[in-house]
């Protein structure tokens, strides 16, 4: 069984940073990809960005330039380093582990941007 805790997110003012952490555990497998979805009130759950176990990216055309995501697999922790924040963005954020026999979730973290 896999677990994923999320912490990181909270109230920033628009164009403010934030980053965002997600550790795992259990059996993850050496082989997986770790990412970040993001659910704003009446919408669909959506990707944000997603990491390879070796290291290849995917982001989604709207945080693109200003998300990052990164892992270090030694920790089995994902971040996604979120910079030039919009309104848009506000949402809650899920982690998501995905590998062989397995997709799995975090609990989620409130991502809010106002002023």
């Known amino acids: 069984q896999v677990q994923l805790v999320e912490s990181g997110g909270g109230l920033v003012q628009p164009g403010g940073s934030l980053r965002l952490s997600c550790t795992a555990s259990?059996?993850?497998?050496?082989?997986?990809?770790m990412g970040w979805y993001r659910q704003a009130p009446g919408k669909q759950r959506e990707l944000v960005a997603a990491?390879?176990?070796?290291?290849?990216?995917n982001y989604a055309d709207s945080v693109k330039g200003r998300f990052t995501i990164s892992r270090d697999n030694a920790k089995k922790t994902v971040y996604l380093q979120m910079n030039s924040l919009k309104s848009e963005d506000t949402a809650v954020y899920y982690c998501?582990?995905?590998?062989?026999?397995?997709?799995?979730w975090g609990q989620g973290t409130q991502v809010t941007v106002s002023s």
């Open positions: 259990g059996n993850i497998f050496s082989v997986n990809v």
């Open positions: 998501n582990l995905a590998r062989a026999g397995g997709n799995y």
């Open positions: 990491i390879t176990s070796g290291g290849t990216t």
